[in-house]
């Protein structure tokens, strides 16, 4: 697999989304480059609108939509396609705190309900943990995987987690290993917040 394909939707940090083009619009697009017939575009679009919540946004331009919106829209058009793997890099970076704690809720119910398989770059810690069912920390230059940590929470997770010693102690790992990588000494590290 080298090149894009439509095996694969790809979610940016910026809402790469047409600003000519209404939400519906946005969402068909990859489907009518694929050559899915008009009415069984609509079904798609209406689908997968609703699973990110944004059906009475249809006829909206992007402008119109909050951040969150917009990237939920990118997320609808990104599964529209029906990929293997959603990719996203740093998908709410560009969001403030409230905004990505919603959308990382979002994220885990669109999981449960679509099971599409996400690989996911944050810079994140508690994002990583949040979210992940295994995470990869990775070097600096050259990037190669350092270690691979087998997060065992439930699928089903709340921000309650969050605050949890078994939370916590995922976080401080991989803090550790960030540290360590930038030679920091670890007795001299301000603790995690």
Same mark, same amino acid.
């Given at each position: 697999m080298?090149?894009p394909?439509?095996?694969?939707g790809?979610?940016?940090?910026?809402?790469?989304?047409?600003?000519?083009?209404?939400?519906?619009?946005n969402?068909?697009?990859? &489907?009518? !480059?694929q050559?899915v017939k $008009?009415?069984?575009?609509e079904?798609?679009?209406?689908?997968?609108? /609703?699973? @990110?919540?944004?059906?009475?946004?249809?006829?909206?331009?992007?402008?119109?939509?909050?951040g969150g919106?917009?990237?939920?829209?990118?997320i609808?058009?990104?599964?529209?396609?029906?990929?293997?793997?959603l990719?996203m890099?740093?998908?709410?970076?560009?969001?403030?705190v409230q905004t990505k704690e919603?959308?990382q809720?979002f994220? &885990?119910? !669109?999981?449960q309900?679509? $099971?599409?398989?996400?690989?996911?770059?944050t810079?994140?810690v508690e /994002?990583? @943990?949040?979210l992940?069912?295994?995470?990869?920390?990775l070097?600096?230059h050259?990037?190669?995987v350092?270690?691979e940590?087998q997060v065992?929470?439930?699928?089903r997770?709340?921000?309650?987690?969050?605050?949890t010693?078994?939370?916590q102690?995922?976080?401080e790992?991989?803090?550790?290993?960030?540290?360590e990588q930038?030679?920091?000494?670890?007795?001299?590290a301000a603790p995690?917040?």
């Amino acid at each position: 697999m080298i090149g894009p394909g439509a095996d694969r939707g790809v979610v940016f940090q910026s809402y790469t989304l047409y600003p000519w083009m209404t939400v519906a619009e946005n969402v068909g697009f990859g &489907l009518k !480059l694929q050559g899915v017939k $008009r009415q069984g575009r609509e079904a798609r679009v209406d689908y997968f609108l /609703e699973i @990110v919540g944004l059906e009475r946004f249809a006829k909206a331009l992007p402008k119109q939509l909050s951040g969150g919106m917009q990237q939920r829209v990118a997320i609808a058009r990104a599964l529209a396609a029906q990929p293997k793997i959603l990719l996203m890099d740093e998908p709410f970076g560009a969001l403030d705190v409230q905004t990505k704690e919603t959308m990382q809720e979002f994220l &885990l119910d !669109l999981w449960q309900r679509t $099971r599409t398989s996400i690989l996911m770059i944050t810079h994140d810690v508690e /994002e990583a @943990v949040f979210l992940a069912q295994r995470i990869y920390v990775l070097t600096s230059h050259p990037g190669r995987v350092k270690r691979e940590i087998q997060v065992d929470f439930p699928s089903r997770r709340d921000y309650s987690l969050k605050r949890t010693s078994s939370f916590q102690e995922v976080k401080e790992e991989i803090l550790a290993l960030l540290r360590e990588q930038k030679g920091i000494p670890l007795s001299n590290a301000a603790p995690a917040s």
